[in-house]
């Protein structure tokens, strides 16, 4: 399993910014994935995360409205489009697969190695 984000960088303030992850390994359709960050000096912090198929998703309250979570199933791709970037959006990006089809916080096995964003005028 490999795990690949991109997309990460320094954006302003009220800007926006599309992570990228890139799958292989695994059959990505199969799998609920998820998008977690940790912030200089915080704790990890469930961000999105979504269903195999899509249908169901799921969004942190400090990032609900700004953020979209998305997969391309073809592309073995999950994506974060971060949009009305905060300071306090700052921190490591990390993708991660779900054990299952279901997306549940927290029920992950294999992580990316983070991408890296930075809000700051």
């Known amino acids: 399993v490999q795990l690949v984000e991109s997309g990460g960088g320094l954006a302003q303030p009220g800007g926006s910014l599309r992570l990228s992850c890139a799958a292989s390994g695994f059959t990505f359709s199969a799998y609920a994935m998820s998008w977690a960050r940790q912030a200089p000096g915080k704790g990890l912090e469930w961000v999105s995360g979504?269903?195999?198929?899509?249908?169901?998703?799921f969004y942190t309250d400090s990032v609900k409205g700004r953020f979209t979570i998305s997969r391309d199933n073809a592309k073995n791709t999950l994506y974060l489009q971060m949009n009305s970037l905060k300071p306090e959006d700052t921190a490591l990006y990390y993708c991660?697969?779900?054990?299952?089809?279901?997306?549940?916080?927290?029920?992950?096995?294999?992580w990316g190695e983070g991408t890296l964003v930075t809000v700051a005028s």
């Open positions: 991660a697969k779900g054990y299952t089809s279901t997306y549940n916080e927290g029920d992950v096995d294999y």
């Open positions: 979504m269903d195999s198929d899509g249908s169901s998703t």
